[in-house]
């Protein structure tokens, strides 16, 4: 039981280091996607103009708005949700071992339990941290209401902290505006049971042929990623401006919120942003995967050492 506990504490911590080397590389794609998420139509240009907007608003530092909580609930998140899961995992491998199965491996079904159970946990304890996140990528600017107010040579606007952002919702909004957008969030845990449940099964599978290198683990983690967001991707669209709704006057549930959506900007309103968003989850899962087991042996090492 002892063993069991340590090896589980040992993923969920790989699990949290992984999401924040992830995270800090694939962050300025979190900013563009988010920001076109919740931006209303006019705010629509290309890649490198969105860019090139913010940094003359904001400077360079206005890609990674909201990095601190970011990194924060990653690491959170991942500790959470790694932690789950491995605990979740090992009670159907002792089951499996029972019942006398020839493989104590889990099945696809035994996957998705698991990640719903995980994900679910996570979202949970978690929402509040990505309600503050997306407040601060997406804050509310003087330069909102129209880009040429910009003064050339202006300074970039003063970036919020995280607990100046926090006390701010929580005085004009109050605590429940924390677990805004948690239904979208709920029916999101879909997604890494997707892109896990994908991700176990090809590397079950390929195991068998051969040991998996950090480099497959990358491979695999990108393309479970690249389904499951493209498969998901307009509930994260709703989830963040779910998120925002109380800073920007108007409150929605989850229906109201899409029905709004489609009947302003059509069906393609709901994929706003989806390419720096799938390129940001694909790369970031993809290093996380490759950062995770690497971690995780490290971990297991310094164990074993510590033990000796």
Not at 262 to 291: C, H, M, N, R, W
């Amino acid at each position: 039981m002892a063993a069991q506990q340590s090896d589980n504490v040992a993923h969920a911590l790989s699990g949290a280091g992984g999401g924040i080397l992830s995270m800090a590389l694939t962050y300025p794609l979190i900013t563009l996607s988010t920001r076109a998420q919740v931006e209303a139509k006019r705010a629509d240009s290309n890649f490198l103009d969105t860019v090139k907007r913010i940094i003359e608003r904001e400077g360079v530092t206005g890609l990674y708005a909201g990095l601190d909580s970011a990194l924060f609930g990653i690491s959170v998140t991942n500790f959470v949700y790694y932690y789950w899961y491995e605990w979740t995992r090992a009670g159907f491998e002792k089951a499996a071992i029972k019942a006398g199965r020839a493989s104590k491996k889990l099945t696809t079904v035994e996957s998705m339990i698991a990640g719903a159970l995980a994900g679910s946990a996570t979202v949970m304890l978690t929402n509040p941290i990505w309600v503050i996140n997306t407040r601060m990528t997406t804050r509310k600017r003087s330069e909102d209401t129209d880009d040429k107010s910009v003064l050339p040579g202006a300074p970039p606007a003063k970036v919020p902290s995280t607990v100046g952002t926090l006390l701010a919702l929580l005085k004009e909004e109050g605590p429940q505006a924390l677990f805004s957008g948690v239904v979208p969030a709920l029916v999101l845990v879909i997604n890494p049971i997707l892109q896990y449940t994908i991700f176990e099964q090809l590397k079950n599978s390929m195991e068998k042929k051969k040991r998996i290198t950090p480099t497959v683990a990358f491979l695999l983690g990108a393309l479970g990623k690249l389904f499951a967001t493209s498969i998901t991707y307009p509930y994260i669209t709703v989830k963040s401006q779910m998120h925002v709704a109380g800073r920007d006057g108007g409150k929605e549930n989850m229906l109201d919120s899409m029905r709004r959506i489609i009947k302003d900007e059509g069906y393609v309103g709901l994929y706003k942003g989806i390419g720096p968003k799938v390129s940001q989850s694909v790369l970031t899962a993809a290093f996380l995967f490759a950062f995770k087991d690497v971690l995780y042996e490290q971990t297991i090492k310094l164990r074993r050492k510590v033990a000796a």
